[in-house]
Structure formats: C-alpha cells, structure tokens
C-alpha cells in the first residue's frame, strides 16, 4: 500500500504506540499535543501480569507480554533513554484461598512464565507482613513513564511531526480531514480521558477515573521487590518508592487530597512498620471503560476517522499491540477483537 499521512490528536501511549508502528509501516505522522499530559506521564508504568485473588492471568496476556517487552526495548534504542526495567513483584498473599490458587496455578504450563513455585523462603517471607505466605511473580517489569512521553515528544519535534498546541477545532474540517491547511488520509483521536470533551466519539462511554501515588524515602523498605498487597510499592532506587494507587471513579480533578494520602498511608503501613518520608503526591485520569476493554475502531459516519482509547489500567501492556490491530484494520480491513471494537457500542445504540 502507497504510504499515506495520518493525523493523530494526542500524543500519550496509545498514540505514540500507534505512531512508531505507522511508521515501521512506511506512513507518516502528524501530532497534535500540548505537551502536557495527566495520564501516560504520571502513570506508574508497572507491568502486572496476574490478576490477583483468584490468580488469573491478564486478558490476552501471552501476545500482549511478547510484544510489550519487545516494543519498550525497541523504544529504548530509538529514543536513546531507558525506559523497560524488569522488576520481581513480590505478592503478600491475602487469604488462604490465593494462597491456594497460587499453588494451584503454578503447576499449570501455561503459568510457567508467571509463577514461581511457593519455596520455604517465600512462605516465612520476614521483610513485610506475612500471614498467608508470599509468591513471586516472573516476566513482570515498568516502563519510565515520565521520560516514555517526553522522549516520544522531542523525538516527532525533531522529525517536525508535532504541532505543540491544543487540537483547534475551528481548525479542523472533519469531511475533506484538512487541519490547518494540509488534508490528511486519516485521522485518529488518541485523547485518553479528555475524549469527552471532543465532538468526535463523545457518546462512548469513556470514564474519567482519578488516581493518586505517593512518593516516599525510606531506608527500611526493602529495594530488589515490589511488594504488593492493596497497594504497589514500586522501588526507584536511592531508598526512594512509588506507593500507588487509588481509584476515584468519574472524577477528572488533578488536585492531590489528605484523603487519597491517608488511603495510600494505610496501605503502605499495613505492608510493614516501616518509617518513611512523603517527598510528593501525584495525581492522573485515566480513561476506563466499563467492561475492562479498551475501545478501539472507525467512527459510524466519518470515514477514515478512528479512535484508540480506554486503556486504563493495563496500558502499558496492552498498548504495542493493539497499535499494530489498529493499524492493520485501518489499512488492511482486517477485524477488530469483538471485545475491543467500537462496534460492540454501536450496536447497542441501534438495538
């Protein structure tokens, strides 16, 4: 197919992930970003794989972790700043119930590449609270998710591929796809939270869930894990840790509350009597949807206009590759996951 332009309308992970695969495909890309973001660069990056409590794996986790781990690798050369960071995280497990899926689970072929068998070592597990033992987690890891957008937005300004603005609307004429004097073959709304505020796409169901982490310095949290139980406790290295996160449903506030602080208190203490000093608070929206998929598809009217969004809190696993579903649908028709697409909305309005 003949290399065509494309204009993407923010420039956080869904559309940078989408960029550097158009790319790899011989098109080009314009950005339209304000340079400010309050969800792929405040996120806390982490790459679970599991779901807890009845210790599943994660939605498609096997392709999504192949081509996550393959795609911030690539990333790190191209931008020239690390990014992926494998880290073990270490799961005080809460009942006798997980504690029994665990062992269960990790058995299973299927669950080789994510659970470690329960040792001896693990079950007397001493440096945080332990009543129903502990497991380890393998293949998890975090993205630098600060330095991933900066990078993103100084590497398409070097390339010229960036307008560093708001998306002006009276600029944009959404039948011949023109945004300030240049006609584009496609378009893609890539806005995550704000989504809401276009008139493109705004009747999906896109919620704005707030979330809050704190930062601390401590110098008896241990450092080679990320313990897990009600809250992440993400080591940054010089005794310092991302203690995340809350969830604030249909809530696009940025201010940092006591509430949210104490939540996070609460949880990092029930962890472990560790003293600690709180540098900051940092607050993101997310953009969920209801039933956990993101939405992914072309608008019902305006052709060759298409929407990535609803990534929440798995983001940055699932991100890489549904960029490369997109794009193979936008330019080869090739269909969506039913789980994934824009048309599982569609046909309920039409219903």
Request: hydrophobic share 35%; charged share 25%.
């Amino acid at each position: 197919m003949d290399s065509q332009h494309v204009l993407i309308i923010g420039a956080g992970l869904a559309g940078t992930s989408l960029a550097h695969q158009l790319l790899a495909n011989g098109h080009r890309v314009q950005f339209v970003d304000r340079g400010v973001n309050h969800s792929t660069a405040v996120a806390a990056g982490m790459v679970n794989p599991m779901v807890f409590r009845r210790m599943n794996k994660s939605w498609r986790l096997d392709e999504f972790m192949k081509d996550a781990k393959s795609f911030y690798l690539h990333m790190e050369k191209e931008l020239g700043h690390a990014l992926f960071h494998p880290i073990v995280i270490r799961r005080m497990l809460s009942s006798e119930q997980e504690r029994n899926f665990w062992l269960e689970r990790s058995k299973l072929p299927e669950y080789q590449d994510y659970l470690t068998e329960l040792t001896p070592e693990d079950e007397s597990y001493s440096l945080a609270e332990n009543h129903f033992g502990s497991g380890r987690l393998k293949s998890s890891f975090w993205v630098d998710a600060k330095v991933y957008y900066e990078k993103n937005l100084d590497y398409f300004e070097r390339k010229e591929s960036l307008f560093k603005e708001d998306f002006d609307l009276l600029s944009f004429d959404e039948n011949t796809l023109n945004y300030k004097g240049t006609s584009y073959d496609k378009v893609v709304f890539t806005v995550g939270y704000q989504q809401i505020n276009t008139p493109f796409f705004n009747e999906l169901p896109i919620q704005q869930t707030k979330g809050q982490t704190i930062r601390v310095h401590s110098k008896e949290i241990p450092e080679v894990e990320s313990l897990n139980r009600k809250c992440f406790v993400l080591p940054l290295g010089d005794q310092v840790f991302r203690i995340g996160a809350t969830y604030e449903w249909d809530n696009p506030d940025l201010k940092p509350t006591n509430e949210a602080k104490q939540e996070l208190m609460d949880y990092l203490n029930a962890l472990g009597s560790y003293s600690y000093e709180i540098i900051d608070q940092q607050v993101g929206v997310r953009p969920t949807v209801l039933d956990r998929r993101p939405i992914l598809g072309a608008h019902h009217t305006i052709k060759n206009m298409y929407l990535f969004n609803g990534l929440g809190t798995k983001g940055y696993l699932m991100a890489p590759t549904l960029a490369r579903e997109l794009s193979d649908y936008m330019f080869h028709e090739i269909p969506l996951d039913k789980e994934i697409s824009i048309e599982r909305f569609y046909r309920k309005s039409n219903s």
